[in-house]
């Protein structure tokens, strides 16, 4: 293929689309016009960082529901709104999107992909899948999927994304003459129905023009990151409870459990569990599980322990209504115990002692 081959290459997506394409509550029906909706595409960018469409499906529209404007969201605090996220992890995009909200809300939708790229949250490839799809600006985004497909396409060796500059350059005039909406989102849908890590060449509108395929080289192009190996620890994850309230961590401003509460995470290695025969006093356990974050793998073991009587909590805890819980916007893993506590649990054979677990939770005095 000599090169730049034409990006008429890429026009059997734009029918295949038309055709194919999934019913997702955040697609415009007109892909020939700016979206009636901007804030809808938003919406959708910052869920879909990070997350599978199908888990974000339900929570847009319940969220586009709750907050169908972004002066809505932005009059809304933010315990409501991290509330609204819980369970979509990666909570700082709830922060983003509503800062993001408030700009538009004050100032109007930015004019540019410049601007865009300025809202809380939108990266290069958020500002240019926007600029794209909720206004039909030709800015080429190139997010893993779309890198894939035009490096299969394209039978680019190497690392896709050294070349971005020249690859959105090519991608520009597609865009124009296709309708950027329509072929940005036909390339992200190719993506991930069609040309996936393991391609299924045989359903794909380009086989008959793509150089990984003639070559046979899908298995190689793009060449497969090689990933760090995820740091691994252990930890008791505990409700305390007494007299109806529970021990809980409250938001920090900042990081990345920002705006969650947080049960107490003890390191499993430095509390030694015991035969709980000795305890003295009953400990319900559940089934532990590993919560896998991006870098990171925790094996958690969930206890809840019930006290006579509160202690003076160690700085940076508080105890709060055992009924209030249901309100407090919790992370995946906090959520989790704080589901299991209405169900049955078993004593365990082993586990810390009660007593190490409040000293490790309560103020040096106590
Ligand atoms: S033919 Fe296969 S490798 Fe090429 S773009 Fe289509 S799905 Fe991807």
Same mark, same amino acid.
């Given at each position: 293929m000599s090169w730049p081959p034409s990006p008429d290459l890429l026009a059997p997506l734009a029918p295949w689309f038309d055709q194919m394409r999934r019913a997702l509550p955040w697609r415009a029906t007109n892909l020939d016009a700016p979206h009636p909706d901007p804030y809808a595409v938003l919406v959708s960018e910052l869920m879909l960082q990070q997350t599978q469409v199908a888990t974000v499906v339900p929570y847009f529209t319940r969220w586009m529901?709750?907050?169908?404007?972004?002066?809505?969201?932005?009059?809304?605090?933010?315990?409501?709104?991290?509330?609204?996220?819980?369970?979509?992890?990666?909570?700082?995009?709830?922060r983003f999107l509503k800062a993001a909200a408030g700009s538009i809300a004050a100032e109007g939708w930015p004019g540019d992909l410049d601007g865009l790229a300025e809202l809380p949250g939108l990266g290069p490839y958020s500002a240019a899948a926007m600029g794209a799809i909720a206004f039909q600006w030709a800015t080429p985004a190139l997010d893993g999927n779309a890198f894939r497909v035009l490096a299969r396409l394209l039978l680019i060796a190497g690392d896709p994304k050294v070349r971005a500059a020249e690859l959105r350059t090519w991608l520009a005039p597609a865009l124009e003459a296709h309708g950027?909406?329509?072929?940005?989102?036909?390339?992200?849908?190719?993506?991930?129905?069609?040309?996936?890590?393991?391609?299924?060449?045989?359903?794909?509108? *380009? =086989? &008959?023009?793509?150089?990984?395929? @003639?070559?046979? !080289?899908?298995? $190689?192009i793009p060449p497969i990151a090689k990933r760090a190996k995820a740091k691994e620890s252990a930890l008791w994850l505990v409700a305390l409870e007494a007299e109806g309230q529970v021990l809980l961590?409250?938001?920090?401003?900042?990081?990345?459990?920002?705006?969650?509460?947080?049960?107490p995470a003890l390191d499993a290695t430095a509390l030694t569990p015991q035969l709980t025969a000795q305890s003295p006093r009953p400990i319900i356990a559940w089934p532990g599980w590993t919560q896998v974050y991006t870098h990171r793998r925790e094996a958690v073991s969930p206890l809840h322990i019930r006290l006579d009587a509160r202690f003076k909590p160690a700085g940076g805890l508080r105890w709060v209504l055992r009924e209030? *819980? =249901? &309100?407090?916007?919790?992370?995946? @893993?906090?959520? !989790?115990?704080? $589901?299991?506590?209405?169900?049955?649990?078993?004593t365990p054979l082993s586990a810390p002692d009660p007593r190490a677990l409040v000293k490790a939770c309560a103020a040096p005095s106590e």
């Amino acid at each position: 293929m000599s090169w730049p081959p034409s990006p008429d290459l890429l026009a059997p997506l734009a029918p295949w689309f038309d055709q194919m394409r999934r019913a997702l509550p955040w697609r415009a029906t007109n892909l020939d016009a700016p979206h009636p909706d901007p804030y809808a595409v938003l919406v959708s960018e910052l869920m879909l960082q990070q997350t599978q469409v199908a888990t974000v499906v339900p929570y847009f529209t319940r969220w586009m529901d709750r907050f169908p404007t972004p002066r809505a969201l932005a009059e809304t605090d933010e315990d409501t709104v991290h509330k609204a996220w819980e369970g979509l992890g990666y909570y700082r995009r709830a922060r983003f999107l509503k800062a993001a909200a408030g700009s538009i809300a004050a100032e109007g939708w930015p004019g540019d992909l410049d601007g865009l790229a300025e809202l809380p949250g939108l990266g290069p490839y958020s500002a240019a899948a926007m600029g794209a799809i909720a206004f039909q600006w030709a800015t080429p985004a190139l997010d893993g999927n779309a890198f894939r497909v035009l490096a299969r396409l394209l039978l680019i060796a190497g690392d896709p994304k050294v070349r971005a500059a020249e690859l959105r350059t090519w991608l520009a005039p597609a865009l124009e003459a296709h309708g950027p909406s329509r072929m940005t989102q036909a390339i992200m849908e190719l993506g991930a129905t069609a040309c996936t890590p393991a391609p299924a060449c045989g359903t794909c509108p *380009l =086989a &008959d023009r793509c150089g990984a395929h @003639r070559a046979g !080289r899908t298995g $190689d192009i793009p060449p497969i990151a090689k990933r760090a190996k995820a740091k691994e620890s252990a930890l008791w994850l505990v409700a305390l409870e007494a007299e109806g309230q529970v021990l809980l961590h409250p938001p920090s401003a900042k990081g990345l459990l920002a705006g969650l509460w947080r049960w107490p995470a003890l390191d499993a290695t430095a509390l030694t569990p015991q035969l709980t025969a000795q305890s003295p006093r009953p400990i319900i356990a559940w089934p532990g599980w590993t919560q896998v974050y991006t870098h990171r793998r925790e094996a958690v073991s969930p206890l809840h322990i019930r006290l006579d009587a509160r202690f003076k909590p160690a700085g940076g805890l508080r105890w709060v209504l055992r009924e209030g *819980l =249901a &309100d407090l916007p919790l992370g995946r @893993r906090d959520q !989790r115990l704080r $589901d299991l506590l209405p169900t049955p649990g078993q004593t365990p054979l082993s586990a810390p002692d009660p007593r190490a677990l409040v000293k490790a939770c309560a103020a040096p005095s106590e």
